[in-house]
């Protein structure tokens, strides 16, 4: 138990926590950190495989975008013109 939780503990008036709780407490949160840490080092280990590999494939990628751009374009603009209209008039109606 910390001096703050002990001084907190006293001008509360309340029975002090007890130091299995509070060092079950600390261990839980030691090792939701270390599992945090070892999350965020996996998510960047395949964040930084996917670049390379996206980075590796960027020729052929790009032949495929430069072939289909010219086809897709209409249906892109219309996609995007229907969204507008569906988020904007979602909007303008009143919800319930």
């Given amino acids: 138990m910390t001096p703050d939780d002990r001084l907190a503990a006293f001008l509360a008036e309340g029975p002090a926590p007890d130091a299995a709780d509070v060092f079950l407490?600390?261990?839980?949160?030691?090792?939701?950190?270390?599992?945090?840490?070892?999350r965020l080092l996996a998510g960047g280990a395949a964040a930084l495989t996917l670049g390379v590999v996206l980075w590796a494939c960027s020729p052929v990628l790009n032949l495929a975008v430069e072939a289909l751009?010219?086809?897709?374009?209409?249906?892109?603009?219309?996609?995007?013109?229907?969204?507008?209209?569906?988020?904007?008039?979602?909007?303008?109606?009143?919800?319930?």
């Fill in 25 to 38: 407490a600390e261990v839980m949160e030691a090792v939701e950190r270390r599992a945090f840490f070892e």
């Fill in 69 to 96: 751009a010219p086809t897709l374009l209409p249906v892109a603009g219309i996609l995007t013109l229907t969204l507008a209209v569906a988020v904007m008039g979602g909007r303008l109606l009143p919800q319930d």
